[in-house]
């Protein structure tokens, strides 16, 4: 009896490392030929927002890649895509310095 209290205190101890979204991937590049691409970190986001996965999928971001539309800084500076919070109030504004995303 004391083995099946034991295994369940490791499950409930184990149980919020393994839930907290760090089975995905990290690192996402967004490819721009003409600003340079755009390396997106989900850990670095994730700390901030403490792993809050919703605030971002669905509703900005699809967590289907393929189904998000191109974004212009246009766009962005409007409060589409990363615009959404990268407003200069959430976070740095998208029209400040452009180094901060774009790796020429």
């Known amino acids: 009896m004391k083995l099946h209290w034991l295994i369940a205190l490791t499950l409930l101890v184990i149980s919020p490392s393994v839930l907290s979204a760090r089975w995905i991937?990290?690192?996402?590049?967004f490819v721009n030929e003409d600003a340079g691409n755009i390396e997106f970190s989900h850990y670095r986001h994730l700390e901030i927002l403490g792993n809050n996965c919703p605030s971002c999928h669905n509703e900005i971001f699809h967590i289907v890649t393929n189904k998000?539309?191109?974004?212009?800084?246009?766009?962005?500076e409007k409060g589409?895509?990363?615009g959404a919070c990268h407003d200069g109030k959430k976070a740095f504004t998208v029209?400040?310095?452009c180094d901060t995303c774009h790796q020429m």
Do not use: A, L, Y
């Not at 991937?25 to 590049?29: A, F, I, M, S, Y």
């Not at 998000?68 to 962005?76: C, E, L, V, Y």
């Open 25 to 29: 991937t990290d690192k996402v590049v």
């Open 68 to 76: 998000n539309p191109d974004f212009t800084m246009s766009d962005m």
């Open 80 to 82: 589409k895509s990363c």
């Open 95 to 97: 029209s400040d310095n």
